[in-house]
């Protein structure tokens, strides 16, 4: 009798930690199957842990986060770190501030370069079009032929590894709108940990509105579909969208906290998360909260925010033999998580439907505007995110607009009555006409 007492307590001991596991897990799941999760590597079993830091650290990371000169915030960073106690529960944090300091120092070096006049690949490319898309592969999958297939830009393609070396950007045009593509330079094995200039563009790719992830049909592309998640994955980017988001918005002394919950909080009450935030020295944000966040997911975002960028993946040489095989593969792993693409930059099969899924990927919409005393609407929509309202229009074509906003006049097929008068929250669709009258 009590040695089944005994048995079932130690049941239930193990029952819980097991399910605890998958309770600090889960947020990181994205609505994956647990098990193409562990294949793509995207994260390991230390991770995610709580970070308990003195409040000397944590004094010290506001320093960090109020400071804008980059050797000045390298300098605290160091700081920072011989402040924090070394063990498992902060193991991650250190990489991800250590990380964040190897980027500071190429910054820093590229900018001793640009002044010096040693030159070095420029790897801001300023955003054009309805949205910047980054093209990320492992070398020679054909990035650059895709560029040269569908795009104007000038690009050297060729079958020795590391050809581009720094990005280049073309303009894919999909009916009246244009899509910019940036070829990023190679990803490979290690690039989320400094390797080349992995940690620049891994910064490209987190600036960027959507990521096209290219694979090589005639390799194995569920390797390098792991390969580039999970380069991603360790710098925090995420191509599906989290169960939890936390994006921290930093203002001017004096505005304030701001704390929005867009979803739900977890583990945690509002007053925890802006004491929180204030231990940390947040004191004057906006702090949002999508979907279903704990505590620690909060505290994360103090240090780095996870990205969430839409993301296709352009399968490349479908022409080539074997390739077939290899996209039913690819398609079994991925499981119908993002959309895929068969092309081939060569014949150009497949290629004209690009344009369209990032379009229907990125979830725009075209808005076309017409002047109240014009008779045609202009030739050149506005591109804007689906659920804007007329409002979002009106600010996006001008602030003043926004502010002496009177009402706006739309036709859709949609509505009943086509003009139809509406207010600023009216909600577009794409395709819609609108007319805006100020005061
Ligand atoms: N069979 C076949 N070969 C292709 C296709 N697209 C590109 N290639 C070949 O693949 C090789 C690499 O092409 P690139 O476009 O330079 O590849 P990349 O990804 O830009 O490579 P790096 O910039 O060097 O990392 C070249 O020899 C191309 O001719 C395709 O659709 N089919
Ligand atoms: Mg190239």
Same mark, same amino acid.
């Given at each position: 009798m009590i040695l089944s007492g005994i048995l079932l307590f130690f049941f239930f001991i193990f029952a819980f930690s097991f399910l605890s596991r998958f309770s600090v897990y889960y947020p990181y799941l994205f609505e994956m199957d647990i098990s193409v999760g562990f294949e793509l590597g995207f994260w390991?079993?230390?991770?995610?842990?709580?970070?308990?830091?003195?409040?000397?650290?944590?004094?010290?990371?506001?320093?960090?986060?109020?400071?804008?000169?980059?050797?000045?915030?390298?300098?605290?960073?160091?700081?920072?770190?011989? #402040?924090?106690?070394?063990?498992?529960?902060?193991?991650?944090?250190?990489?991800?501030?250590?990380?964040?300091?190897?980027v500071l120092r190429r910054e820093i070096e590229e900018g001793k370069r640009r002044k010096t006049g040693r030159g070095g690949p420029k790897f801001f490319i300023e955003k054009e079009g309805a949205a910047q898309i980054v093209v990320l592969g492992l070398t020679n999958v054909g990035k650059s032929s895709l560029l040269a297939a569908v795009t104007n830009a000038k690009v050297e393609v060729s079958p020795m590894p590391y050809t581009t070396k720094e990005p280049v950007p073309g303009m894919l045009p999909c009916g009246d709108i244009q899509f910019q593509l940036v070829?990023?330079?190679?990803l490979m094995e290690g690039a989320a940990d400094g390797k080349a200039w992995g940690l620049q563009t891994l910064a490209l790719a987190r600036n960027a509105d959507g990521l096209m992830l290219m694979v090589d049909l005639t390799q194995n592309p569920c390797r390098q579909l792991s390969t580039i998640m999970g380069e991603l994955e360790k710098t925090r980017i995420l191509v599906s969208m989290p169960k939890a988001r936390v994006e921290i918005e930093r203002k001017f002394i004096g505005a304030g906290l701001r704390i929005i919950v867009f979803g739900r909080l977890l583990d945690c009450t509002f007053k925890d998360v802006e004491e929180l935030l204030k231990s940390y020295r947040v004191t004057d944000a906006i702090v949002k909260i999508y979907g279903e966040a704990t505590l620690d997911e909060v505290e994360d975002a103090i240090f780095e925010s996870t990205a969430y960028k839409p993301a296709i993946i352009v399968a490349n040489k479908i022409d080539a033999e074997g390739a077939e095989a290899n996209l039913k593969l690819l398609e079994a792993y991925v499981g119908g998580q993002l959309p895929i693409i068969a092309v081939s930059c060569r014949t150009g099969q497949g290629v004209e439907k690009i344009g369209e899924t990032l379009f229907?990927? #990125?979830? #725009?919409?075209?808005?076309?505007?017409?002047?109240?005393?014009?008779?045609?609407?202009?030739?050149?929509?506005?591109?804007?995110?689906?659920?804007?309202?007329?409002?979002? #229009?009106?600010?996006?074509?001008h602030s003043d607009f926004s502010e002496n906003f009177a009402y706006a006049r739309v036709w859709a097929?949609?509505?009943?009555?086509?003009?139809?008068?509406?207010?600023?929250?009216?909600?577009?669709?794409?395709?819609?006409?609108?007319?805006?009258?100020?005061?």
């Open positions: 390991e079993a230390d991770e995610f842990m709580p970070a308990i830091l003195p409040a000397e650290a944590k004094r010290k990371w506001a320093e960090v986060s109020a400071a804008r000169n980059p050797r000045e915030k390298l300098q605290l960073m160091q700081e920072f770190l011989s #402040l924090v106690p070394k063990h498992k529960g902060t193991a991650k944090l250190c990489a991800q501030v250590k990380k964040q300091m190897a070829e990023a330079p190679a229907k990927t #990125l979830d #725009l919409i075209r808005v076309y505007t017409k002047e109240p005393n014009e008779k045609d609407f202009s030739k050149k929509p506005f591109v804007l995110k689906k659920g804007s309202t007329v409002y979002d #229009l009106a600010k996006s074509i097929k949609r509505l009943v009555f086509s003009p139809q008068k509406v207010g600023a929250t009216f909600p577009l669709e794409d395709g819609d006409i609108v007319e805006i009258h100020t005061k």
